[in-house]
């Protein structure tokens, strides 16, 4: 029997949307319809509208727009999360005998 080595399915970016909804009630009711991830809690605006972060793919941002809600787009958080791991570097930075952290926690030898 051989392996079949495929590609796993790539996952939709994740978008970072600002939700504006002219009442609480109205973003209530929409956040508890779709249940998307939010970012933090509801805010209020200078001009009384309610707002709140929210996390979503690209394809549900449709089902976050409707009468008497705004929906705008902030960021690509994944993409912001892609840039960030490319900051990291690879390896253990303190595999190197004279790599021992200092401060004043207790150095616990290998």
Wanted: charged share 30%.
């Amino acid at each position: 029997m051989s392996a079949v080595h495929s590609t796993p399915p790539t996952r939709p970016d994740i978008l970072k949307l600002r939700v504006t909804a002219r009442d609480a009630e109205i973003l209530g009711a929409l956040l508890r319809e779709t249940r998307p991830d939010t970012g933090g809690r509801e805010q209020r605006e200078p001009d009384g509208r309610v707002g709140i972060d929210v996390y979503a793919p690209e394809d549900r941002v449709a089902a976050l727009e409707r009468e008497g809600v705004t929906v705008t787009r902030i960021g690509n958080a994944s993409e912001a999360g892609r840039a960030a791991q490319a900051e990291v570097g690879t390896g253990d930075r303190f595999a190197a005998a004279d790599a021992v952290p200092r401060g004043l926690a207790a150095k616990l030898t290998r």
